[in-house]
């Protein structure tokens, strides 16, 4: 594990330390989201805002974060908080490595889900189905073009099926929330993507009413 805390670069270290030190003041038993930039990223706040949510939602999603570097960051990226719910959205930075295997995916994964329930076992988890990709259209991003060809919907669509599987055998919720997300081929709808990848607002916007389900659960 301090190998592996020894390879998060000096920013992602940086927003642990920050995060660590907010988790003082956060109120105990909320709602918790928490995984990479697509859950970072996430306005939350923002759409709330307008909905009767007694509960305060609190992310702490990290840019870049795989499966691997989660797991030594669980006790301020979960455990600290001690939320009521938590919301998981991690593993698509994985599906980039040159090593990549869907097998060794889903047992950190499961992993991940493990030790929450061990640490929290009152928490109710939600682990997030992977949003599509569109690798088609030019948003002008050489470089994400290159990573789309590599992090494809096909690979992305295997790795939500054995997700599914695994919150099956876990005993926690799976949820895919993706429906509104997709254009006519299949492909996230580059209205909602900065460059193929990554949503603008109205993208998590187009999620919103069915995350909200569960939510309010």
Request: proline fraction near 3%; glycine fraction near 6%; aromatic fraction near 12%.
């Amino acid at each position: 594990m301090n190998e592996i805390m020894e390879s998060i670069d000096k920013e992602k270290q940086e927003k642990i330390k920050r995060y660590k030190i907010l988790n003082q003041y956060v109120k105990k038993g909320q709602i918790l989201f928490t995984g990479s930039s697509l859950m970072e990223q996430f306005p939350i706040y923002e759409f709330i805002q307008d909905y009767d949510i007694r509960e305060t939602i609190y992310n702490r999603g990290i840019g870049g974060f795989t499966t691997t570097q989660m797991l030594p960051c669980l006790d301020v990226m979960v455990y600290e908080l001690k939320p009521s719910k938590v919301f998981i959205n991690i593993g698509t930075n994985d599906l980039n490595d040159l090593d990549y295997s869907l097998e060794a995916l889903m047992g950190r994964c499961e992993t991940i889900v493990k030790q929450i329930k061990e640490h929290l076992p009152d928490c109710k988890i939600y682990y997030m189905a992977y949003y599509p990709i569109n690798g088609e259209y030019d948003f002008g991003n050489e470089d994400m073009k290159q990573t789309l060809k590599i992090r494809t919907n096909k690979r992305i669509n295997e790795a939500n099926l054995a997700l599914e599987q695994m919150a099956r055998n876990n005993h926690i919720n799976f949820i895919n929330i993706n429906r509104n997300l997709y254009d006519n081929n299949g492909n996230l709808n580059p209205e909602y993507s900065i460059e193929g990848m990554h949503m603008y607002a109205n993208g998590y916007h187009a999620i919103l009413e069915d995350l909200l389900k569960y939510v309010r659960e």
